[in-house]
């Protein structure tokens, strides 16, 4: 039977990980929704990028995958220093 190594994260870079990735996952279910409309319409001929769910869905793809990138980037400012020692 083999053990598991213990993290080398510490509590606050571990927990920004866990948001990282959930932020992650969120970006990719909304990217995969735009991309089916998308192809909705392309099949369909029906415009509905107008409406006001979609102008929504696509502002917050917009407003997550920026938080994203600063989430990325705090979480490599606190664990970069620690894997460079």
Same mark, same amino acid.
């Given at each position: 039977?083999?053990?598991?190594?213990?993290?080398?994260?510490?509590?606050?870079?571990?927990?920004?990980?866990?948001?990282?990735?959930?932020?992650?996952?969120?970006?990719?279910?909304?990217?995969?929704?735009?991309?089916?409309?998308?192809? *909705?319409?392309?099949?369909?001929? &029906?415009?509905?990028?107008?409406?006001?769910?979609? &102008?929504?869905?696509?502002?917050?793809?917009?407003?997550? *995958?920026?938080?994203?990138?600063?989430?990325?980037?705090?979480?490599?400012?606190?664990?970069?220093? *620690?894997?460079?020692?």
């Amino acid at each position: 039977m083999t053990r598991s190594l213990p993290s080398r994260l510490s509590a606050p870079p571990r927990a920004v990980l866990y948001g990282v990735g959930l932020l992650a996952v969120v970006v990719a279910a909304d990217t995969l929704y735009l991309v089916l409309v998308r192809l *909705g319409v392309l099949v369909a001929g &029906q415009d509905v990028t107008a409406s006001r769910v979609f &102008q929504v869905l696509l502002l917050g793809h917009t407003g997550l *995958g920026a938080a994203l990138v600063v989430a990325m980037s705090i979480f490599a400012g606190l664990h970069l220093p *620690g894997g460079w020692a």
